[in-house]
Each structure stands twice: as C-alpha cells, then as structure tokens.
C-alpha cells in the first residue's frame, strides 16, 4: 500500500485516456459533502462524490451507482449544473456534474471497485463549510473549489469551465 504502488495503480486504471466522470453537488444545512481521496506521491484532494461512467447506463444511473458507492447514500440526481474538464496528465476527464438531494441511508465512506483492496484511494468522507474550505490548501482541493466565496455559487454556474489545468506548459 505504498504510495508508488497508488499512483500507478491509478495511473494503469485511470491514465492515459479521456474520462466521462458524473459527480453530485450536494448541500445539506450550508455544508457540502466531501471525499478525501489519496492520489499517490502523498497528495491528497477532496472532491465532491463521483466517478466514471459505465458503458450503457446514463449519467444518472451512474451517479447514483457511484454515490452508493463512495458514501452509502441513495441520492436523487437533480438539475445538470456545469461541465468541467480536468488535465493532470496522465489525468484527463469530462466532469460533469450535477445538484443531487439525499434520499435515503446516512454518510459512511465507502470504496472504489476498480482500485485493488491494497491501494484504495477513498480516504476520508466529511460535511464541510465553505469557511473548512477555504481554510485548506489549494493543491488539496478539487479546482472548481478554487476561489468560490459560497456553496450557491456552485449551483449558479452553467458551461464549460476549466479551472486552473495548468500542468501542460
């Protein structure tokens, strides 16, 4: 479980190729869930809940499936909010995502089914304030968090954006 052993784990499962990725915004009493996800070479980065599409199924299915997944909760996928393409080679996807409400179940950090037992990434799930986000590093943070003031602020964006995507020069 080495962090070498993580990073090309994820390098072999998710690398080198374009990604479709759903993930859900929700909000609950001004705080937003968040996942700690270990990406290897001791970097860590939240992110709200989510993962990659599976072949057949629609974007909903799949974020429901991955919501499940990754917090245990049964969610109800609203409104499609914006698009946001993330590049950290070998990382590349098209994130997109949506407002979701919580149906049922209570928040209990789950796992990746597509990483090995050994070199799971999920690392920690937590309700945050947009004052908890802020206060953390922004190398830690997915970048759609960079720079917002308030949670609305997530739910008033509509396009295509790229935040900060600068590790190609």
Same mark, same amino acid.
């Given at each position: 479980?080495?962090?070498?052993?993580?990073?090309?784990?994820?390098?072999?499962?998710?690398?080198?190729?374009?990604?479709?990725?759903?993930? +859900?915004?929700?909000?609950?009493?001004?705080?937003?869930?968040?996942?700690?996800?270990?990406?290897?070479?001791?970097?860590?980065?939240?992110?709200?809940?989510?993962? +990659?599409?599976?072949?057949?199924?629609?974007?909903?299915?799949?974020?429901?499936?991955?919501?499940?997944?990754?917090?245990?909760?049964?969610?109800?996928?609203?409104?499609?909010?914006?698009?946001?393409?993330?590049?950290?080679?070998?990382?590349?996807?098209?994130?997109?995502?949506?407002?979701?409400?919580?149906?049922?179940?209570?928040?209990?950090?789950?796992?990746?089914?597509?990483?090995?037992? +050994?070199?799971?990434?999920?690392?920690?799930?937590?309700?945050?304030?947009?004052?908890?986000?802020?206060?953390?590093?922004?190398?830690?943070?997915?970048?759609?968090?960079?720079?917002?003031?308030?949670?609305?602020?997530?739910?008033?964006?509509? +396009?295509?954006?790229?935040?900060?995507?600068?590790?190609?020069?």
């Amino acid at each position: 479980m080495s962090e070498d052993n993580i990073s090309k784990e994820i390098k072999a499962k998710f690398g080198n190729q374009l990604r479709t990725r759903v993930n +859900g915004i929700l909000i609950e009493d001004d705080r937003i869930l968040l996942v700690k996800h270990r990406m290897g070479n001791g970097r860590m980065l939240w992110s709200v809940p989510g993962g +990659g599409m599976h072949y057949g199924t629609d974007a909903a299915e799949n974020l429901r499936r991955e919501f499940l997944e990754e917090t245990n909760l049964e969610i109800f996928v609203g409104p499609y909010l914006f698009v946001h393409e993330y590049l950290d080679p070998p990382l590349h996807a098209m994130e997109h995502f949506f407002e979701v409400k919580r149906i049922n179940g209570s928040v209990k950090l789950g796992n990746d089914p597509e990483l090995s037992v +050994g070199n799971q990434i999920l690392q920690e799930i937590s309700w945050k304030s947009i004052d908890e986000i802020r206060s953390l590093p922004a190398r830690s943070l997915h970048q759609i968090f960079w720079g917002i003031k308030s949670l609305s602020e997530l739910g008033l964006w509509k +396009g295509y954006f790229n935040f900060g995507n600068n590790s190609i020069k």
